[in-house]
C-alpha cells in the first residue's frame, strides 16, 4: 500500500518540542510519508533554527516564512501561502499542533479543502477568550477529525463541547517524550557556569504573555514581586523577544538579583530548569515540564488550560497581582509542591499517536 502523506505543520518555538518526537515515530513507521511544513511565525535562530537542530528535526519540506504581524495578517498569511501546499502535496491528512496562529490557520486551511484533520494537544481550556491561543484551541478543535489530548481535562472539554467520543483520543503529552529523550544530554550543558550559577538554590522566570508583558502597569506588578522574590533567591530570566520589546519600550527598571539572558537553546534551558528551586512562569509548556521534573513552579496567571498540572503535578496559579504572587511564593517556601506525573506522561505519547493515525488513515483508505 502506498504510503499515508502527512503533512505536520509547527511555526512558534513551543511547535518544535511536540513536532519532534512525532516526526521521528511517523519515520519509523513505513505507513506514513511525513511532510514537516514550517509557518515561519518564528524565524530567529534562537527562537527557531537551534531548536530543529537540537532536537533532530529534518529540514522542513516547505518554509512559509509569514514572519510576525498583527493577529489577522498573520493568520491570513498562514492560509494564503498553506494553500497551494497543500494543493500540490495532496495530503491523506494534516496534523496540527498546539494552540498558536499557525494551528488555527493551517487547521481552517486543510479543512475547507476537504482534508483530515488531527489536532495534537487537543481540549485544553482556559475558559478565558482573552487569551488568543483560546479562540484558536476553540477553534482548531471544533473543526478537527481526530483530536490526540494530552490530559483527562482536554476529553472532558471536548465532550462537553459535543465532539464525538470515538474521535477523541487520550494519548497523553509529546512534550514529555521531548524532555525524557533530552533530560540527560541535558545536564552536560554548560549553562549553569555561564550565567554564574555557583551551586547556591535559584529560581527560574519567564514571561512573554501580552496580559503580563504587553501592559506596563502589570508588568511592573509582576516585576516589584519578583525583586522581592530575589532578595531570597536569584532569579535567571531568559527573555522573550516580545519581553524584551516591552522592556526596552517602558523603561521599567529591572532591581533585586533578576539576571536577563538572551532566550535559551532546549538543552540549556532544561538544564537550568531541571536544577532550579523554583520556576516562576506564564508559560504553558513550562507547566508541564515542572510537573515532569517535580521541580514547584508559580504560574503567573489566574487561569491554566492544563489543570492537571495543578490537580496532580507541582503547578500553583499564583495569579498576576503583586501581592498574590508574594503569597503563592511564600506557600511555596513554606510547604513545596512535589507531585505526581500525569497519566501517559511517561515518553511514549508520539508512539500512541501514530497508532492512532494509523488506524484512522487505514480506515479512510
Ligand atoms: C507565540 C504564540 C504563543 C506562544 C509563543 C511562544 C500566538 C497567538 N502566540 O507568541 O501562544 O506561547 O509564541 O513563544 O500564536 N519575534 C522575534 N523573533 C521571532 C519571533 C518573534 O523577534 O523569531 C518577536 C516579534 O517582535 C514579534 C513578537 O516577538 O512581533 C511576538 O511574536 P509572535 O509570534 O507574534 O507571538 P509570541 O508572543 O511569540
Redesign the pocket.
Known amino acids: 500500500m502506498k504510503p499515508k502523506k502527512l503533512i505536520c505543520v509547527g ?4 511547535n518544535f518540542m511536540k513536532l519532534a518526537p512525532i516526526m521521528r515515530a511517523l519515520e519509523q513507521a513505513p505507513e506514513f510519508d511525513p511532510v514537516l511544513v514550517h509557518t515561519g ?4 535562530q ?3 533554527g537551534q531548536f530543529f537542530r537540537e532536537l533532530g528535526l529534518p529540514q522542513p519540506a516547505f518554509n512559509l516564512e509569514v514572519g ?2 498583527s ?1 489577522a495578517q ?1 493568520t491570513a498569511e498562514v492560509m494564503k501561502r498553506f494553500e497551494p501546499v497543500v494543493l500540490e502535496v495532496q495530503p491523506d491528512g494534516v496534523l496540527v499542533v ?6 488555527v490557520a493551517s487547521a481552517l486551511v486543510a479543512k475547507k479543502l476537504q482534508i483530515p484533520v488531527v489536532h495534537l494537544e487537543a481540549g485544553l481550556r482556559s475558559f478565558d477568550r482573552s487569551m ?2 483560546e479562540i ?1 484551541r476553540v477553534v482548531t478543535d471544533a473543526i478537527s477529525d481526530i483530536l490526540l489530548a494530552s490530559e483527562e481535562s482536554g476529553r472532558r472539554n471536548l465532550l462537553a463541547e459535543g465532539i464525538p467520543s470515538e474521535r477523541i483520543y487520550l494519548v497523553g503529552n509529546v512534550m514529555i517524550d521531548s524532555l525524557r529523550l533530552n533530560l540527560e544530554k541535558a545536564q552536560s550543558s554548560d549553562i549553569l557556569n555561564r550565567l554564574h550559577i555557583k551551586g547556591e538554590p535559584y529560581g527560574v522566570v519567564t514571561l ?3 496580559a503580563n508583558v504587553d501592559d506596563q502597569e502589570q508588568f511592573g506588578e509582576i516585576l516589584s514581586a519578583l525583586a522581592i522574590i530575589s532578595e531570597t533567591v536569584p532569579l535567571y530570566f531568559p527573555v ?3 519581553t524584551r ?1 516591552s522592556l526596552a519600550g517602558c523603561g521599567i527598571p529591572v532591581r533585586g538579583r533578576i539576571h536577563l539572558a538572551d532566550p535559551l537553546a532546549y538543552t540549556e534551558f532544561l538544564c537550568l530548569m531541571s536544577k532550579a528551586s523554583v520556576v516562576l512562569t506564564d ?2 509548556g513550562i507547566q508541564e515540564e515542572t510537573t515532569a521534573l517535580g521541580i514547584p513552579c508559580l504560574t503567573l496567571r489566574n487561569n491554566t488550560e492544563r489543570p492537571v498540572t495543578v490537580d496532580e503535578g507541582t503547578n500553583t496559579l499564583a495569579g498576576t497581582r503583586k501581592e498574590t504572587i508574594l503569597a503563592a511564593w511564600d506557600e511555596v517556601k513554606r510547604a513545596p509542591k512535589t507531585g505526581r506525573i500525569p497519566k501517559y506522561w511517561d515518553g511514549n505519547a508520539a508512539v500512541r499517536c501514530v497508532t492512532v493515525l494509523r488506524d484512522y488513515l487505514s480506515a479512510t483508505a
Do not use: C, F, K
Open positions: 511555526g512558534a518555538r513551543p511565525q518564528h524565524y530567529d534562537a527562537m527557531s510576525s504581524a493577529h498573520q498546539g494552540d498558536v496562529n499557525s494551528t488568543p491561543e484558536n512573554h504573555r501580552p522573550h523577544p516580545r520589546l508559560s504553558g
